[in-house]
C-alpha cells in the first residue's frame, strides 16, 4: 500500500485502543517510515504517546 492508504487504514484502528495488537503493528511501521511518525504526531499527539508508553 501506498503511505497514504496505510496512514488511513491505520488511523482507524489506532481509535480502538483496547487492541493493542494493532498498535504495535503501527508502532513498527513507524519506525521504517520517518514521514508517517511526522504525520502520526502531527495528527494524534495523545495516541502516539500512548502507544510509545505501551510499546516501552
Not at 483496547?18 to 511501521?29: A, P
Not at 519506525?31 to 516501552?56: E, H, P, R
Amino acid at each position: 500500500m501506498k503511505n497514504k492508504e496505510i496512514f488511513a487504514f491505520k488511523a482507524e484502528h489506532i481509535h480502538s485502543l483496547r487492541n493493542l495488537k494493532h498498535i504495535h503493528h503501527i508502532m513498527k511501521i513507524i519506525k521504517k517510515n520517518q514521514i508517517f511518525l511526522i504525520k502520526m504526531i502531527f495528527f494524534k499527539k495523545s495516541i502516539f504517546a500512548f502507544s510509545c508508553g505501551q510499546g516501552k
